[in-house]
Structure formats: C-alpha cells, structure tokens
C-alpha cells in the first residue's frame, strides 16, 4: 500500500512536468506574441514606437531567446515558485493567480459534492425501481443535463432568477459586496451567488454517474448472495446498503478520475458566461491577450489541480476495493 | 417498496421473445438490428438524426430566406405565430401567419411588433423562391415554405440585423453536424491505430502509450482545446478555421478510444474462438478480418456514436466563446453568441433556439447510442 502511493507520487510528479511541457509549447503556437499584439495596440493609440525601443521591450520580456531557452529560463522560476510577469496585468503572475485558483477549485469540489449528492440516492432509487415511471423520470432529466450547453443553461438560470426574483447572479459577490471585508451578509450574498454555477457545473457529470450507478447496482441485485440474504431474512434495506450499493458505488470512485477534469473543464465555460472571479475568465482574456506567462501558469496550475485530484481518486480506489488491494499486494 | 427488485421481472420479460428457425440462421448483424428495432426511443433517435443531418445536406431547401439578407424592417422580430384561425375566428386548413410592423416606442427605444391583421399569408410548402444549386450539382429553386410577397416567413424571428434565424440555423446544421461527424472519424482512425498498435506490440510500445493516454485523459480538455483554438491566426479562412477546430477536438478525443481498442484487443486475443481458429491453421489476418474485426466492429460503432455529442458540445462552446468558427461561416454556436447576456435574452429569448437543435442533437446521439450498445451486446436479451 504505501509502496503504491508512493509509486503513484512519483508518477504524479512525472505527469506534471509533462504538463509543464505541454502547456509552454501550447503558448508558443499562435502567431506573434504579447509583444506585438501590445505595440500594434500602441500604434493604433496614435503613439509611435522606435525599433530601438521595441529591441528593448523584446530583450526586458526575454522574447529575443530561442524558444527552449525560453522555457528553460521560465521553468527555473517556476520551480522557485516565480511564475514571470502578466504583461497585461502588469503585475506578478504570482500575485493575480492565487484567489481565483483557490476559488476554481472549491467551486469544483463543491460540484463534486453536490453531483455524488444527487446522483448517488437517484442511482439507487432508479435501480431499485428500474421501468418506473420515477425512473423515466429522472432519467431524463438527467440526459437533460447532460445534452443541454453549460454555457446555455448558465444563461437561462441568470434569466429566470433575474425575471422572476429580479435578481442579477453573475459573479460571485453583488457589486457592494465585492471589495468588502468578510461579514454575515457577504457570506449570504455568496451563497446567493453559489447555487447556479454549481448546479450548471455539477448536472452535467450527474447522468452519466447515475446511469453507472444504476446499470451496476441492477447487476449485482441480480447475484446469488442478494437472493441468499433475502432468503435468511435480511431486511431489504439493509441488504440493499450492506453489499450491492457498497459494490456498486466502486465504479464511481474510480470515475472521480473522470469527474475532476470535466468539473475544471465544464467550470472554465460556466465562469466566463457568469463572470466569476475563477481561472477560467481570467485564462479566456489572457489567451485574447496573448499573455504568455499568465497562460502558461493558470492552464498549469488548473491542469495540475486535475492531476492532483486524479491520483487522489486513484489512491482512493485502492483503500475502498480490497480486490484491488490484492492485486496490487501480490504484483 | 424495495422488494420490487429481484430476479422476477427479468424472467417475464425473456419469455415474450419468440425464437423461431429464422433466429438461428440469422447473421451477427441481423441479429443486432432485431435487437436493435425493438428498442424505440433508439429507433426514433435514429429518425432524429437522419432529419437533422439532412438539414446539413439541404439546409438551401429548409431555409425559407437568403441567411446573410438583412430585413431592415425586421430587426429582432420575434417568431411568427402560425395560426389556424384567424381574427374572425374562421378555422383554416392550411397554416398562416399575419405580417408584422415595427413600431420604436420612444420610451425604452426597444422595437415594438404589431400583427397587422388585415390580410392573411397562408405558408406554402415547396414554393418556387430564391434559385440554388442542389449539393453543388442541381439548380432548383424549391423550397420547403414560404409565404407570399410581401410578408416574409420567420418561424425562428430574427437577430439584431434581421436576419431570418430559422434559416441561419438550417446552415449552421451543417457546420455543427458535421465537425462532429469529421472530428469523430479522425479520432476513430486515431484511436484505432494507437490502441491497435499499443495493444498489439505490447511491452515498452504498450507503456509508453498507456502513459500518454492516461496523461492526456487526466488534463481538462475546455482549456486547452481553448488555448488551441485561440492559437489559430486570424488570417484563416473560414474553411482552414473549420479544419482546425476539427483537428484539435480530434487530437484530446482519442484515448478513450484507443484505451478501449487495446482492452478489447488484448482481451480478444486469448479467446477461444481466435485460438481454434489459430488451431485451424488460419493466417493472422484472417483471424483479424473475419473473426476480430467483426467481433469488435458493433463495439467500435457505440463509441463513435457516443462519442459525437461531445464534440458537437465543444464545438458550440469554441464558437460561443468566439475562438471557434467564425462568422460570417455559421455554427450553432456562432449563432448563440448573439444570447450572450441577460439582457438580450429578455429582450429577444428565441435567439436561444439554436441551442434548442444543440440539445436534441446531444440526446439523440446518446439515445442512439444506448440503443447500439444494448443491440450489440450478444449476453443482453
């Protein structure tokens, strides 16, 4: 066991530096850099540039090193927890970034709650009354929220709270509140502002973990040791909660792996339709911007938080299913 | 309440199918599409997509105005109501609408839209109107409806520039249909060859590739394909634009599908069927022609139909965050940029439609899907 997580820490840390990788040369793809897009910005400002000055400009961002040295010089500052300079902030990177990713994943554990507190007893439920008319329904409400656009369901929950509450729900806090400091009715205005992003964020892994759940469940219902418990006498309850549901939730665990990602993934569209302070808003302007260093950081850092909560699922998994705890005991 | 699970209702439901001669000379696909045929939502879904993938072949013959027209007189007007009886109170077999007036109250500066309830437009249907050419081939001039001059027909209403959004999403069928049809076969091809390579080679070749794959599942696809799509210089047209988009949803979508191909190859190997067939002295790609590749092929069509809606989702996300197509192309999601804000939304909800055809889409495919993968299971009845 402990060999395992340790194996697995250590291949987490291979992953991340892939993704370190990954992320740089993704930022280098588009056609000139912050630079250029900034002087063009400049000129149509009416202000002219000399070559000279924007020689200077090119060597002070370090634009003038070939692109490996680039990453290289950028990845020595990483790992001393030096993430450049957002050119468009005009700040550290390292100083814009922390709330909003704090945030990002908060919003997407509170997701990851809410979706295992909704499809877990709906699961069950459509299990144990398969063909019901509860069971077509909550079927399709959950295909519902898995075919309709994030995006589109975000705008429609802003409508109908707006038109029949006159309440506007972007962002996270209401204007007076923003700058405020913490208090009792900052705290009410934010969960006034939470439910919508995470119930958009949170339907839509919802049917497809009921539909495990459900399609497992149904599976292990139909096993001798259900038919044998029943026969002794087990209390349906009990039986139900005792072994199938236990078996059953198994899959779900192992699909946490799954969740994570599509939670940051589905959480990034969401919060720019809402307008939440996350790091989705703020990578959609920097990607406009061709803020290289900010890019690269925030999709590191939201790719690395999925990474984390992979390889913690993946552990999970092995302290939940002794079978797999077997295995891995007798490799 | 919880007793009603249990082995009962299987039992019953097993019983009502008939086995007679032909169901045992019937071939692994016939088979399936008994199966298959049984299953009605899946069935209808199938209908769904058909409808809807002819609006992306056709979508000149749906489309009941020119989709880059500007109606001045009609900017953000909504839908038309299509009414049967009209301000006497007579009924009227054939559909009609009433011709609408803009007013501009002075007030609010919205546009107001009266009926002008003096003559009556009955819709026509396969109208001579504006002439096109039939999939590039055919110069016809027949479309679905259409009403006479001078009203003009907007069942969806229109945008800000008054263009006719019933026929702008009739087009942006094919756009949004098809990147997810393309993107899904590029990944499949992917999928394929990697997960069949990974599979078949095994050792270092297998690890390297499960490393990859498992590395590209556990990173969030939005942002990257995001950071992808942003990365697409601003000087392409739209048809390079439309094959980017394509390529970079296909490059994140493949390793589930290359995951599954290995699991089912290396699982397939060891079968009995394969060895008795190696026993029978058949060739290697004997055995995977006539015996994996079937064996595998009905498998293979579940994850490609399951696999569309995400793309077609992820394309309407990129063109609704305008990093995807970009006008004056139209996608779905290209026309849902324009309900952007609450604003807008109050003012003008049926801009919302196109999302609607997004929505059936998604479910369709899924259903469809569902219906596959239950058809192509030999152990389900």
């Known amino acids: 066991m402990k060999s395992y997580v340790f194996q697995r820490l250590i291949y987490m840390i291979f992953l991340l530096w892939l993704v370190s990788i990954v992320t740089f040369v993704v930022i280098q793809l588009p056609p000139g850099d912050y630079l250029s897009t900034y002087i063009s910005r400049l000129e149509q400002a009416g202000e002219e540039l000399s070559d000279e000055e924007v020689e200077n400009l090119r060597r002070q961002y370090g634009l003038d090193l070939p692109l490996f040295l ?54 069950i439920y459509s299990a144990t009354h398969q063909y019901s008319l509860g069971d077509y329904i909550v079927s399709i409400i959950g295909f519902i929220g898995l075919a309709i656009p994030n995006f589109m369901l975000a705008l429609i929950m802003l409508y109908v709270a707006w038109k029949s509450y006159g309440l506007n729900l972007t962002g996270l806090f209401s204007p007076e509140y923003l700058d405020a400091p913490w208090n009792l009715a900052k705290i009410g205005d934010l969960l006034l502002h939470l439910p919508i992003p995470i119930i958009v964020i949170g339907t839509s892994g919802t049917a497809g973990m009921i539909r495990v759940l459900r399609g497992t469940l149904l599976d292990e219902l139909n096993k001798q040791y259900v038919i044998t418990a029943r026969s002794k006498g087990v209390g349906e309850v009990k039986l139900l909660f005792k072994y199938p549901v236990r078996v059953a939730l198994n899959p779900i665990v192992s699909g946490l792996a799954w969740l ?70 007798a490799n | 309440m919880l007793r009603r699970f249990g082995l009962g209702r299987k039992d019953s439901k097993n019983t009502a199918v008939q086995f007679d001669e032909s169901y045992y000379l019937a071939s692994q696909w016939q088979l399936m599409w008994r199966k298959f045929r049984r ?116 069942p969806f209403g229109t945008d800000e520039l008054g263009r006719d959004l ?169 026309l849902l940029q324009d309900a952007q804000n609450i604003r807008s939304l109050s003012q003008s909800p049926w801009l919302l439609i196109p999302g609607l055809f997004v929505i059936v889409t998604v479910l369709a495919f899924n259903f469809l899907g569902d219906g596959l993968r239950d058809a192509a299971d030999p152990y389900k009845q």
């Open chain 1, 70 to 123: 680039r990453y290289f010089k950028w990845f020595g500052q990483v790992v001393q927890g030096e993430f450049g300079f957002s050119f468009d902030w005009q700040q550290p990177v390292r100083d814009i970034i922390g709330e909003r990713l704090a945030l990002t994943f908060t919003i997407a554990i509170l997701s990851a709650i809410f979706t295992f507190a909704l499809a877990i007893p709906i699961g």
């Open chain 1, 260 to 329: 994570f990602p599509s939670l940051i993934s589905g959480g990034t569209i969401t919060a720019i339709v809402l307008g939440l302070p996350t790091a989705g808003p703020m990578l959609y302007r920097a990607l406009i911007t061709q803020d290289t260093f900010l890019t690269a950081t925030l999709l590191m850092f939201v790719t690395i938080l999925t990474v984390i909560g992979t390889t913690v699922s993946d552990i999970l998994l092995v302290v939940v299913d002794p079978r797999i705890r077997m295995e891995r005991a």
């Open chain 2, 39 to 154: 299953h009605r939502l899946a069935m209808f879904s199938a209908l769904v997509i058909i409808f809807l993938y002819s609006m992306a072949v056709f979508p000149e013959f749906y489309s009941v105005n020119d989709l880059h027209k500007r109606h001045v007189k009609y900017a953000k007007a909504p839908p038309h109501t299509v009414r049967f009886i009209d301000a006497e109170g007579n009924f009227h077999l054939s559909p009609f609408i009433y011709d609408m007036t803009q007013k501009l109250d002075m007030d609010t500066l919205q546009r107001i839209y009266t009926e002008d309830r003096s003559v009556r437009y009955p819709i026509r249907f396969f109208v001579a109107g504006e002439p096109y050419r039939l999939l590039g081939l055919l110069d016809t001039n027949i479309h679905l409806m259409g009403v006479d001059e001078p009203a003009v027909f907007f």
């Open chain 2, 166 to 334: 019933f026929s702008r999403t009739m087009h942006a069928a094919r756009i949004s249909l098809s990147i997810g049809f393309l993107g899904m076969v590029t990944s499949f091809v992917l999928g394929c060859l990697i997960g069949g390579v990974s599979g078949y080679f095994g050792g270092s070749v297998d690890i390297v590739v499960q490393r990859v794959i498992e590395f590209l599942v556990s990173i969030p696809h939005i942002p990257l394909y995001m950071a992808l799509a942003a990365a697409f210089p601003p000087e392409w047209s739209s048809t390079e634009v439309y094959f980017g988009i394509t390529v970079v949803l296909a490059v994140l979508s493949w390793p589930p599908l290359a995951r599954a191909v290995r699991g089912k190859l290396l699982e397939l190997r060891e079968a009995d069927f394969v060895m008795a067939a190696r026993i029978s002295n058949m060739g290697d790609m004997e055995i995977i022609i006539k015996h994996l590749l079937p064996s595998f092929a009905s498998f293979l069509i579940v994850v490609l139909s399951l696999g569309v809606p995400g793309m077609i989702l992820a394309e309407t996300a990129l063109s609704f965050l305008q990093i995807g197509i970009r006008p004056p192309a139209v996608s779905w999601g290209v």
